[in-house]
């Protein structure tokens, strides 16, 4: 099917709904509709009914306006829906009551940029903790400024959680600090005995400004940041955010540049898949498994820091190419590495995915349905092991994808042990098309220098990351220096998604369910 | 459970000398880590590790301290649960605005004598997100800090000398 062949469709679909949908300035691979901020919430509803994937939103705001953007996707296709109001009035309709993902998001741009929806759901604050007072919002354009309340910033105490009310019914709190070596944040249980009746997150501590940090910077800058968001998933926010610039700016980046950022993509895929197969092994009191994939993970990455200079893959992407040309020991090596790794992990997986206690513990706990997996909108690992066959690389191709056979493993059973078997498929499927790369690898420059943008242009990016779909929103301002940057993160769906499947599990079932799915907090909390 | 011990056998033992071990005057220092634990610290030394703001980079580097290459444990260094069993807190990322009361509360349920160690640029200074209205920057803006550690993220062996520097200074000063 041609790309976009459904648009007509959807935008009659609007029209019976009353709603003006206006085409707007395109943001390849984008196609833009406009509609008015009353209609914003009643076009998700349309949207829903017709199948899309609500795949995130953001605001902007200028010096007269507020302007909300979200990413529809059908068949791979996004379209970028935007509403407008003005500044002194920024109300819009809500789409949570129609896409639950939208939640979160809504929130947040409630906080950081004085966003009003006049039928949202949930009138409590998100992001904002107690650092800022609660009619000062960091990113709106009035308040540029330092915060107003600069003091000692009180804990999160007065956070109304929902109660839930019954016979021997009690609350657990946990966090924001754990007692092992994660990030913060806060889960709220509500348990009778040992089922969960109810989970409720409490993040936004890692929130450090990502949005208003970006705004000013040039491009090169903008990717360091980028390379913070999270950094388990630094190439696929780098890559996202370099996309977005290159896109506006007409950039070639060079053949080998983007083979070169497959190979880095897929070395991402591969660290943290076995780090976190071992992790929730480990978490089940299997340690055997732990120890042997944190071995085969250090080696990895010890590899990338030969190769490429950074044990993480930090900074390697920079817009317009890579940052470091692979040479061909480097190339030898790795090759090495990946027949060395297929003989290492053959019998390593056999044994996770056939050893009774294992499976006592994993199969079967924390069951997300496919009907829930697609209306929070969760791609990657988490959306495949419930049944969603999504996968940018195959769906929407963009170089180097766009001349591999990407092949995408699904699993229907949506549970931990499902979680698993997905990221063991990933791994050997990584390790295929990293030797595809190395084989067709192009010769040639590493990177092409970016020109200036056009004035106001803006750019979307969207990368397969190891979590999933990860995107990211760039707009350039006169100068060419960033005015809006929105990186969201497949982690955005997670969260929602893991309060979900730990609903009737048993507590002590925690840890590992939160650790097969995996949502980053940094790269949520921006 | 045979394929299992086979594999085990198979793997062997991949740990590595601590990073220090070529070096002499590292040698030494790692000597009198080792009495100064043993004095100080009833032979091991308990961390109470807090990620205050991090973008998760340093995290991961902080975990593969246990993997089978370095495993931190056995010069008798270790994470603890509670602050109140800890004799040093380990501390990454800028201090969010968020996290500067939990990180402040985590300090003080350490029992003195105490030590603080920043690990990452981050921690150190403030690495890339600085000071701002969501940020208090490095982590010495928020409680004293006796040792950094910098590095985007510190590698693993960058920590394990971090580690060993600390407690030299401490045992030192
Ligand atoms: S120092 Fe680097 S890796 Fe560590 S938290 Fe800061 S940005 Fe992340």
Redesign the pocket.
Same mark, same amino acid.
């Given at each position: 099917m041609t790309r976009f062949a459904w648009l007509p469709e959807f935008e009659t679909r609007l029209q019976t709904a009353g709603i003006a949908a206006h085409a707007e300035k395109e943001a390849p691979p984008a196609r833009a509709l406009r509609v008015a901020p009353a209609e914003w919430g009643l076009a998700a509803t349309v949207a829903a009914q017709y199948g899309c994937r609500w795949a995130g939103m953001w605001a902007e705001a200028d010096e007269a306006r507020m302007r909300l953007y979200c990413v529809l996707d059908y068949a791979g296709d996004p379209l970028l829906l935007s509403a407008e109001a003005p500044l002194e009035t920024p109300e819009f309709t809500s789409q949570t009551p129609h896409f639950p993902a939208a939640d979160r998001m809504e929130r947040h741009a409630r906080d950081l940029f004085g966003v009003i929806f006049t039928d949202h759901p949930d009138p409590r604050r998100w992001t904002r903790h107690r650092a800022w007072p609660e009619h000062w919002h960091p990113l709106h354009p009035d308040q540029a400024g330092d915060s107003p309340a600069p003091g000692r910033t009180p804990a999160d105490v007065d956070y109304p959680f929902a109660p839930v009310h019954g016979n021997g019914v009690f609350e657990i709190p946990v966090g924001p600090v754990h007692a092992g070596i994660i990030e913060p944040g806060h889960f709220r249980f509500h348990a009778a005995g040992e089922p969960v009746l109810k989970l409720e997150e409490r993040l936004g501590y890692v929130h450090k400004g990502i949005e208003r940090l970006a705004v000013g910077r040039d491009p090169a800058a903008l990717a360091r940041l980028a390379?913070?968001v999270s950094?388990d998933s630094t190439v696929a926010h780098t890559w996202a955010a370099c996309q977005a610039m290159e896109g506006v700016t007409g950039v070639e980046v060079p053949p080998r540049a983007l083979a070169l950022r497959g190979l880095l993509a897929e070395r991402e895929r591969v660290a943290n898949h076995l780090g976190d197969i071992g992790a929730i092994c480990n978490d089940v009191g299997f340690a055997f498994a732990h120890v042997q994939t944190a071995r085969l993970r250090e080696r990895w990455q010890r590899r990338s820091r030969e190769c490429f200079g950074h044990r993480?893959l930090?900074d390697t992407l920079i817009p317009g190419g890579v940052a470091r040309d692979l040479a061909a020991a480097g190339r030898d090596a790795l090759r090495a590495d990946h027949v060395a790794l297929r003989r290492e992990i053959g019998p390593l997986f056999d044994i996770i995915d056939d050893h009774p206690p294992l499976d006592d513990r994993l199969v079967g706990t924390g069951v997300l349905s496919r009907e829930h997996a697609r209306a929070l909108g969760c791609t990657g690992y988490l959306g495949k092991a419930s049944g969603c066959n999504f996968d940018l690389r195959r769906d929407a191709p963009y170089a180097p994808y766009d001349t591999l056979e990407v092949p995408v493993v699904t699993d229907s059973e949506g549970d931990t042990a499902a979680r698993v078997r997905v990221r063991m498929a990933e791994v050997l499927a990584s390790l295929d098309l990293m030797d595809q790369l190395l084989d067709a690898m192009p010769s040639g420059e590493t990177a092409a220098p970016l020109p200036t943008p056009p004035p106001d242009a803006i750019g979307l990016g969207r990368v397969e990351g190891w979590r999933g779909e990860t995107l990211a929103w760039v707009r350039f301002d006169d100068e060419g220096r960033i005015a809006r940057y929105f990186p969201r993160d497949p982690s955005w769906f997670y969260w929602p998604a893991l309060e979900r499947l730990i609903m009737g599990e048993i507590v002590p079932d925690f840890p590992v369910c939160n650790k097969s799915v995996n949502g980053s907090y940094?790269g949520v909390d921006l | 459970m045979l394929r299992i011990l086979a594999h085990i056998l198979r793997t062997g033992i991949v740990t590595e000398p601590p990073p220090t071990i070529n070096d002499a005057a590292l040698e030494t220092l790692g000597l009198e880590l080792r009495r100064a634990i043993d004095v100080r610290f009833g032979r091991s030394l308990a961390l109470r590790f807090i990620?205050a703001?991090? !973008?998760? #980079?340093?995290?991961? =580097?902080v975990h593969a301290l246990a993997n089978p290459y370095y495993d931190l444990e056995r010069f008798g260094v270790g994470f603890v649960a509670s602050p109140r069993h800890a004799d040093a807190l380990l501390v990454?990322? *800028?201090v969010s605005r968020h996290m500067e009361t939990a990180l402040r509360r985590t300090w003080l349920a350490i029992p003195s004598p105490k030590f603080v160690i920043a690990? #990452?640029?981050?921690? !150190?200074d403030g690495? =890339?997100?600085g000071v701002s209205y969501a940020s208090y920057g490095a982590v010495e803006n928020v409680v004293p800090v006796d040792v950094k550690i *910098?590095? !985007? *993220? *510190?590698r693993p062996e960058d920590l394990m000398l971090g580690l060993l520097a600390s407690l030299h200074s401490k045992i030192e000063g």
């Open positions: 390379a913070r950094g993480l930090m940094s | 990620d703001g991090s !973008c998760n #980079g340093c995290e991961l =580097e990454t990322g *800028p690990a #990452g640029q981050c921690a !150190c690495g =890339e997100f *910098p590095g !985007c *993220p *510190p």
